[in-house]
């Protein structure tokens, strides 16, 4: 470790006029031996441009082990990753190693170049991505490490946190409570997260994000052009639109991008990828598009009040924070629905599953399982599960298992040995000591299952919109379904919803929350982008 980095993903040779383009925008110092450039811990930090001399890219030391050289840039190198875009802190620390000549290119200038100059921009953002897949796998993963219950719902959820925000991180799971590297703790502590070697107990994501500054933070402006919340397939979307177009965007979510795609093991009918593709890898690539357009993604950050105060709308955070913004989007998905059985939430923590990506599927391991759900998430999550080693019972409460799934997924599932087809029937009960052990289905008794997973369908997330129009069901209504008893303060403004407008003006909604919507990924991309089209419309008018 240490030496001269050469791979040319992770540091590309650039032309002559691409160097002075970057150049053109920083600004020139010498530095002394051991004179450090930025910081572990810095908030805001420039990407540092080598002209002439080296610098070490370090681990700092932590309390249990010493510093460690991760990298050495040499002349006409870059020094940063992928946090200088979406506004992580430092988490490692850059030092001159002799005298040194740099540059500073700042955040701002930095993420203004790789929008106006596309081949650079390209080139750097490919860098700064291969640079953070590399690190994950090296010792730069202790800066963030979990120490947890391998099956407990709270270490699932910070690991889910860091697998989605792409974060560098180690994951330790222990089976029983014993010293692990050094580290002290007992059980109500877990799960632990160590940032920079500093112990939080019983972590949150949350508290995780606060910690590395992927939190909200007022911006320099004092009000944005768009807030987008929820960051799903439709939230993403409209963040890039609105971005790429020049609107100043904050994403905000709840948990982490990606919402109920990113937990779909495979998408096979998602346009441009024939051969499918995993809800974590295109939430991953929509995640990065974002920031390579300026979006400032913030997770989790959970919107709990939407008003419209004079010309503008505020949004409230649940820490008590607001963003006033002159418009938004509302895209907060739904919340999943659970079966009413004794037990459910003792094994929520050692069990129960929402989601089937290669996490679940470390936590059962080959063992059989219990897929619940007649649509296409529950059928994807079965083809996954078996062909992942594990034997599947697949419970459809309904009698045809093509009422509400697509037609390649009923062939699939109906010609793997592997998967049990239960329709008409339902899970009654639960059982196991301390972690799920059985699952009772009543058309066919008792059958072994480490894990339950639950696809039956979810809610609206849209209790926290106080005066907006949804249905019985608690759907948005939006456009021309508004009801005619919110229109009143239409006719002051001379005009009707716009398409995807709720019944509060400048407020719109798309993807699953949405009354009509098709609940699919791409429907949900599209909605997104579409509501941007009239995002413009209300701030032209």
Known sequence: ?????????????????????????????????????????????????????????????????????????????????????????????????????????????????????????????????????????????????????GRSREFLALRRFAERFDLVHTAVAVDQIEPHAGHDYVEADLPLAFVQGEAFPRATPGLVAEQLGLSYEPGGESVVDLVVIGGGPAGLAAAIYAASEGLSTVLLEAVAPGGQAASTSRIENFLGFPFGVSGGQLIGQATLQAIKFGVRVCAPCEAVDLRPVDDAIDVTLSDGRVIRSRTAIVTSGAAYRTLRLDRWEDFERSG??????????????????????????????????????????????????????????????????????????????????????????????????????????????AAWLPGVDRDGAGFIRTGTDVTTQTLGHWQLLGREPLPFETSIPRVFAAGDVRRGSMKRVAAAVGEGSSAVASVHRALAG
């Open 1 to 149: 470790m240490g030496g001269h980095v050469t791979d040319e993903n992770i540091a590309p040779t650039l032309t002559d006029e691409q160097w002075e383009k970057l150049c053109a925008r920083a600004e020139a110092r010498d530095v002394a031996d051991g004179e450090h450039v930025f910081r572990t811990g810095d908030a805001d930090y420039p990407m540092i441009l080598v002209d002439d001399g080296e610098i070490e890219v370090v681990r700092d030391a932590l309390w249990w082990i010493g510093e460690e050289v991760v990298a050495l840039m040499g002349p006409r190198s870059m020094v940063g990753e992928l946090g200088l875009l979406n506004g992580q802190r430092a988490f490692l620390s850059a030092r001159a190693k002799g005298p040194a000549r740099v540059r500073s290119l700042s955040r701002a200038n930095l993420r203004r170049l790789i929008s106006e100059e596309d081949e650079l921009g390209d080139l750097i953002l490919h860098a700064l991505w291969a640079r953070r897949e590399s690190l994950r796998s090296g010792p730069a993963a202790l800066t963030l490490k979990f120490v947890g219950n």
């Open 352 to 461: 129960i599953f929402y989601a089937a990506t290669p996490l679940e599927l470390k936590q059962v391991a080959g063992s059989p399982v219990v897929v619940v759900g007649g649509a296409n998430s529950a059928g994807q999550a079965a083809l996954y599960l078996s062909s992942n080693g594990c034997r599947v019972h697949l419970v459809v409460r309904g009698a045809e298992l093509g009422t509400r799934m697509s037609s390649y997924l009923v062939d699939r599932i109906t010609d793997d040995p592997r998967i049990s087809l239960h329709t008409g029937s339902n899970v009654v009960s639960l059982d196991g000591n301390g972690t799920l052990q059985s699952v009772r289905i009543d058309t066919a008794g008792d059958v072994d299952a480490k894990g339950l997973f639950c696809f039956i369908g979810a809610d609206p997330a």
